[in-house]
């Protein structure tokens, strides 16, 4: 049995592109037999405990899920030319190497290219700081790569790409 596939979403948005290529990328996943999958709406949890001011049981659940994974896929909204805040206090609360023996995809939306080195320069150094191995294709969307909440078809391509490497790295990982 394959070690559980968690999506992190760092959207508050109630309706987010990044998350629905968070989605298509569990998907993906799941398709190829990586594991069952999960995803966590980061701005679903509480606030005061994301910032550390409190211990909450959602949050500790949020965190044990990313232990027990073997594949964490990551999603965010570019903000001030990096991944959200939300993102950023939910990874301060991980314990070091918490993303050791894991492979991780990073996901991100942005209003337009500007920033898309974001994911290489941002995402990829904050998932690696945790011990991650972090798949060569990252996913940057645009947003007028989107229609009605639905991406183009280049990027759902990036996204299958993004997940065959994964399962095939998951399926490998021994370090
Ligand atoms: C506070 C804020 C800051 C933003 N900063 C940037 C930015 O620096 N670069 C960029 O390309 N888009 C920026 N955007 C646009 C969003 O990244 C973009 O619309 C994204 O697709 C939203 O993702 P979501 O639908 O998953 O929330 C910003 C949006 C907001 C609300």
Redesign the pocket.
């Known amino acids: 049995m394959s070690a559980p596939v968690i999506g992190l979403s760092g ?3 109630a ?5 629905a290529l968070l989605e298509l990328a569990l998907a993906a996943l799941e398709r190829q037999a990586a594991g069952p999958s999960r995803l966590i709406d980061l701005a679903a949890l509480p606030s005061d405990a994301l910032l550390g001011r409190r211990e909450d049981p959602a949050v500790a659940a949020a965190i044990q899920g990313v232990l027990d994974a073997g594949i964490v896929v990551v ?1 965010t ?5 990096t991944y959200s805040g939300l993102l950023k206090v939910f990874f301060d609360l991980l314990p070091q190497d918490a993303l050791a023996r894991k492979v991780a995809i990073p996901i991100a ?4 290219s ?2 898309l080195l974001a994911v290489d320069h941002g995402l990829r150094p904050l998932l690696a700081s945790v011990g991650a191995l972090v798949v060569a294709t990252g996913v940057y ?1 645009t ?1 007028a790569q989107f229609r009605a909440g639905v991406p183009e078809p280049a990027l759902v391509e990036r996204i299958e790409r993004a997940a065959l490497e994964a399962a095939s790295l998951a399926s490998g990982v021994t370090i």
Do not use: C
């Open positions: 959207s508050p948005k309706t987010s592109r990044s998350r999603s909204p570019i903000y001030r030319a939306t942005g209003g337009g500007t920033h969307g947003d």
